[in-house]
Structures are given as structure tokens and as C-alpha cells.
């Protein structure tokens, strides 16, 4: 506690005491990998953390069955192991096997609008931002590609999903005519 005098003038002799908050240094950002997701418990979980974190959740869905998911995954680990998005907040990454018997019978695939292997997907705030999903195994094994995607991830963490953005406004992102004037 500092005690600040004011100096004596015609009114009375005033003292006001200043509290510190807080003397521990501010934690840095760190990036977090978690172990493959095989069920729906483990992503939920992955999820709830990373949104009361407030960083997104890098998820990358991937298949037994797919051979450059398994070249697009250790670029990724490599990146984020790397610290890339650090400086902007962090992010956290899961592998999520989509043909696992759970993961498959939980339906996480329609939730998510998981169409194609591999498909690279942010989850912020515990919403998809489908606005900024991958598909293309070309930019996922493009390290400056990613570098700069990741760290946008990052910047962006906290701020909500992306809803149905590109696909035009309404509650069917205009699937059924075009609404705009």
C-alpha cells in the first residue's frame, strides 16, 4: 500500500491510499497439443478448455484411410510445437480421427460440416468458424501458408465463430433464393 500526503493548504491535511492488483508477471501465451480424439468425450473436453482459455481450437480431421493426412499433420504439429500464433494469443491443436467408431456414431462429422479428408477447422468460443475451414491438402502443406493462417487463428482468438458467413445471409445462407436486394 503507498500513501500519497497532499500538501497542506487552507483545507485539511487529505491522505489517499493506492492498492496494487497484482505483482505477478503476466503469463506468456502458450501453444497446447492434445492426444487424437477417437470420442465425442475427449473433443468436448479439448473444447470446453480451450474455450474457457479463450484460445481456438485447431482441429484437423483426418482418416485411417488418408494418405496425405498423414503428410498435412506433422506440418502442422511442426508449426505449432514451433510456437507459431504464441505471440498473438495461442492456439491449441487436436487431431480428430474421423473414422473412429465413436466419432462416427456421435455425428461430430454433420456437426462440424466435415465433407472431405483432411479438413482443417478452428473452433472459437466453441463455435466452428467454417468462414476460414481448409480442405485444400496443397495449403495445408504450405508452411507460410499456415504460419500466417495459424497466426490469424490466434489473433483472432475470442471472437466467436463464423457461423454460415460464406455462404451468403440468412438462416440458410441463402440456399433457398437470393436474398440479397
Request: charge should be positive.
Amino acid at each position: 500500500m503507498v500513501l500519497l500526503r497532499v500538501p497542506r493548504t487552507k483545507s485539511p491535511r487529505i491522505t489517499v491510499s493506492i492498492r496494487q492488483f497484482s505483482t505477478t508477471k503476466e503469463n506468456k501465451a502458450k501453444n497446447r497439443i492434445y492426444n487424437p480424439v477417437r470420442n465425442f468425450n475427449d473433443f468436448d473436453t479439448y473444447r470446453s478448455i480451450s474455450t474457457s482459455n479463450r484460445i481456438p481450437l485447431l482441429t484437423l480431421w483426418t482418416a485411417s484411410y488418408c494418405n496425405v493426412c498423414k503428410t498435412v499433420s506433422p506440418v502442422l504439429e511442426e508449426l505449432i510445437k514451433s510456437g507459431v500464433g504464441e505471440e498473438e494469443g495461442g492456439v491449441s491443436y487436436c487431431e480428430v480421427e474421423y473414422d473412429s467408431q465413436d466419432i462416427m456414431d456421435s455425428g461430430l462429422g454433420l456437426t462440424y460440416m466435415i465433407t472431405s479428408m483432411p479438413t482443417l477447422l478452428s473452433i472459437d468460443r466453441g463455435e466452428p468458424r467454417i468462414n476460414t475451414r481448409i480442405v485444400d491438402p496443397k495449403k495445408m502443406t504450405n508452411k507460410d501458408f499456415m504460419r500466417e493462417w495459424i497466426r490469424t487463428e490466434a489473433r483472432n482468438g475470442g471472437s466467436g465463430g463464423g457461423g454460415g458467413v460464406p455462404f451468403g445471409p440468412g438462416m440458410f445462407g441463402g440456399l433457398f433464393g437470393n436474398t440479397q436486394k
